[in-house]
């Protein structure tokens, strides 16, 4: 059953946390990030990417990059940008995007939840991108960007939430994306205990977002283990910063693909080897948006088509079924000849918050032949956790991003 406990935050001061709440730290590169913290040196992106102090000469991992980080972190805190709660809280964080709201308890779950597969993932980590994060929270002590999780929605904890939320929020902001953020403390001992309670009888979270996140803040809690070896299972540092949904407040995004040439083929030669296994109807220069499960869309040429998968490659298994599985296996594999989409450089995957039209502009400028995608289901990402599997790559984009630098959780005092 999962362990997930109340914490101390350390939380913006009142007034300053829509300066300082920032998107996550890998939505940017580096000359991006800069360009924020030039705009607005109070967003917590400065501490998060510290390598936007220094020039371009100083490298992105250079132990003076984490050193600022950790130096930014504590002066801000000594200025009293930061407070941090004087008892352990559980916090409620809202996000609202499009008029649909969905609401996170924030606490910590547990690094042998993450070990023993209570926590649940379905993505396999980079040691490269692992190893950045571990050096920034390891450094600061702090871990500073929470671990999107989700869980099969409870009617307890359903009504808590419902109830908590009629009290004020302490933050109650439009960030510049125009989306809607509120924060609620949950400091009330008898409540804290309930929630803590009810997580106690959930077999299965589900990491949703952040996997790389996730490991390295595990990889440093061990770590911490090993430099203290008589250390209780209490402290700190055997716990991560997490912000859980319940799952039917979710959404995903499409997660759509653009393909640079057609492997050799003409038009006409690629729409009849596509027939072989799909349905191919034209539908106009009007972008198409599939609607359902097993259905594409492609934008070829300037013109739109629908794809359906035909009936002999659908699959019940967890993985092969997946429509990113479908397109990847019968269309770009044997047609296009993308073996391996995480390191093919012909294939590049645009997230659905940029819309069809991001996919029109990519075929008119870098691209050939573009695939509009249904999104794949949070009940889809469930079941290949379940089955111990993992999803093909850019198979899920989550929106919106939660923010960094609303909650920070020291790991050791």
């Known amino acids: 059953m999962a362990q997930i406990r109340p914490f101390r935050a350390?939380?913006?001061?009142?007034?300053?946390?829509?300066?300082?709440?920032?998107?996550?730290?890998?939505?940017?590169?580096?000359?991006?990030?800069?360009?924020?913290?030039?705009?607005?040196?109070?967003?917590?992106?400065?501490?998060?990417?510290?390598?936007?102090?220094?020039?371009?000469?100083?490298?992105?991992?250079?132990?003076?990059?984490?050193?600022?980080?950790?130096?930014?972190?504590?002066?801000?805190?000594?200025?009293?940008?930061f407070v941090q709660d004087p008892t352990p809280c559980f916090y409620l964080y809202e996000l609202t995007m499009d008029g649909h709201s969905q609401t996170g308890v924030v606490g910590c779950a547990s690094i042998d939840d993450y070990r023993n597969n209570v926590i649940k993932k379905h993505e396999n980590t980079r040691a490269d991108k692992e190893e950045d994060r571990i050096r920034h929270v390891d450094t600061c002590s702090m871990q500073t960007g929470p671990i999107f999780l989700a869980y099969r929605a409870k009617e307890e904890l359903k009504e808590k939430i419902v109830e908590m939320k009629k009290q004020a929020p302490v933050y109650d902001f439009v960030s510049e994306d125009g989306i809607g953020h509120r924060v609620w403390v949950i400091d009330n001992d008898v409540d804290v205990a309930m929630i803590e309670k009810a997580f106690g009888k959930i077999p299965a979270i589900y990491i949703a977002d952040g996997h790389h996140r996730c490991a390295s803040a595990v990889k440093v809690g061990l770590k911490r283990r090993e430099q203290y070896p008589d250390y209780t299972g209490e402290e700190e540092f055997n716990y991560f910063l997490s912000v859980i949904f319940p799952d039917e407040e979710l959404r995903i995004l499409d997660y759509n693909r653009v393909v640079k040439d057609l492997n050799g083929l003409d038009a006409a030669a690629f729409l009849t080897r596509i027939k072989e296994h799909f349905t191919v109807e034209k539908m106009g220069q009007t972008p198409y948006r599939p609607t359902k499960k097993g259905m594409f869309g492609m934008y070829l040429e300037d013109e739109w088509y629908s794809l359906v998968a035909k009936e002999e490659i659908k699959s019940e298994d967890a993985v092969e079924g997946l429509d990113v599985s479908l397109l990847q296996n019968y269309l770009l594999d044997p047609i296009l000849g993308i073996k391996d989409p995480k390191t093919d450089k012909r294939i590049d995957f645009v997230g659905g918050i940029r819309g069809l039209g991001e996919l029109e502009r990519r075929v008119h400028t870098d691209m050939k032949v573009a695939f509009s995608m249904y999104p794949t289901s949070i009940a889809e990402l469930f079941a290949v956790a379940d089955a111990e599997r993992l999803m093909p790559p850019k198979s899920t984009w989550f929106e919106p991003k939660l923010r960094s630098g609303l909650f920070l959780h020291e790991i050791e005092r």
């Not at 590169?29 to 000469?57: H, M, W």
């Open 10 to 81: 350390y939380r913006p001061c009142q007034g300053m946390e829509e300066r300082i709440a920032a998107l996550p730290y890998d939505v940017y590169n580096r000359a991006e990030a800069c360009e924020v913290v030039k705009k607005n040196p109070e967003s917590f992106l400065a501490i998060d990417r510290a390598e936007t102090q220094f020039g371009e000469e100083v490298d992105t991992y250079a132990d003076c990059v984490y050193e600022k980080a950790d130096q930014m972190l504590r002066e801000k805190i000594l200025e009293g940008k």
